[in-house]
């Protein structure tokens, strides 16, 4: 028993691991342990890990350092899930002999939602769902998307696919970002205006970027000021490309209409965090890519690249 490799699969909230990819092959051969829960500390999560020599991580939720990696002697592989994961210590990895490997990834999960959050959020519809609920009525007036402007914060391959929910809703569409060119725009059927223009005219403005230290903070109170007091701000991409503080700060004051928010900078996000109370923040669990077909792709190509390692 000693001697069995055991395999770690982290994170796994829903305890889809299992259900949504054929592990027996693997089984054959080694122990496979699936943890339901999530551990931040770092020195609890060490103590964990210890004994594993292949760790599966669903992407960033379980960030795994230079630290943590060094503490973990049995480690030989890592799989994560999707195309690239920036919370993974890559050169610390290397510097170890540990291989990493990743997953395919879906890319339809996120704009769906997107397009979900933007339509619930103009619809006040959690509100009027509760109000039902509860035994009431009409309370709200809602937003208008016909002949309203969409402002696309990124227009890569998601920011593009939101582009065309867009217009079939009869949206006007400007987009900006640093790397942005007319022609792009043009093909994605937006109109490319400054970072100031955006936030300055937009009804509605969501945000597609890939977050690094440049993107790191691209709204923060500043581009918030800008906006109209009705506008709305949709982050489904990751929570630090928006200045957290000054995001509350600015619904608090009512400066803007509202925020749908699939991302932040802590996840899961504590019990007592504001935006779990405030009227005006309509949030969900980071459930972008959580999808039937994305956990089959991930869970499944998960199996197949710990196979290909095993030989």
């Known amino acids: 028993m000693k001697d069995t490799l055991r395999i770690a699969v982290l994170d796994d909230y829903q305890q889809a691991a299992l259900a949504y990819a054929d592990w027996s092959a693997i089984r054959e051969r080694a122990d496979i342990t699936v943890f339901n829960d999530h551990i931040a500390e770092e020195a609890a999560l060490i103590d964990r890990l210890q004994p594993f020599h292949i760790i599966c991580v669903m992407r960033e939720r379980t960030p795994l350092t230079k630290c943590i990696l060094d503490a973990l002697p049995n480690l030989k592989l890592i799989v994560s899930t999707g195309m690239r994961n920036a919370s993974i210590d890559q050169k610390a990895a290397e510097a170890k002999g540990i291989e990493v490997k990743h997953t395919g990834y879906l890319e339809s999960g996120a704009p769906e939602l997107t397009w979900a959050l933007l339509m619930a959020g103009a619809r006040y519809l959690p509100r009027e769902v509760s109000n039902f609920q509860s035994g009431g009525w009409q309370t709200t007036i809602g937003t208008d998307l016909k002949g309203k402007t969409l402002g696309i914060v990124g227009l890569g391959r998601v920011g593009s696919k939101i582009a065309q929910y867009a217009k079939a809703f009869e949206m006007k569409i400007m987009a900006w970002s640093e790397n942005l060119t007319e022609e792009r725009a043009h093909r994605a059927g937006a109109e490319m205006v400054s970072k100031e223009q955006l936030f300055k005219y937009a009804d509605f403005i969501t945000l597609h970027l890939v977050l690094s230290d440049r993107s790191r903070n691209t709204v923060s109170k500043t581009e918030l000021y800008l906006m109209k007091p009705s506008a709305y701000l949709i982050n489904t991409s990751r929570g630090p490309l928006v200045n957290e503080g000054d995001l509350i700060a600015a619904l608090q004051a009512k ?57």
């Not at 900078?265 to 980071?286: C, I, S």
């Open 255 to 311: 400066r803007i209409a509202g925020a749908a928010l699939d991302v932040f900078d802590q996840e899961p996000l504590p019990p007592d965090h504001p935006f779990r109370k405030m009227e005006n923040v309509l949030a969900t669990p980071h459930i972008g890519y959580v999808t039937e077909n994305t956990y089959r792709l991930f869970y499944g190509d998960t199996v197949k690249a710990i196979l290909e390692w095993l030989g």
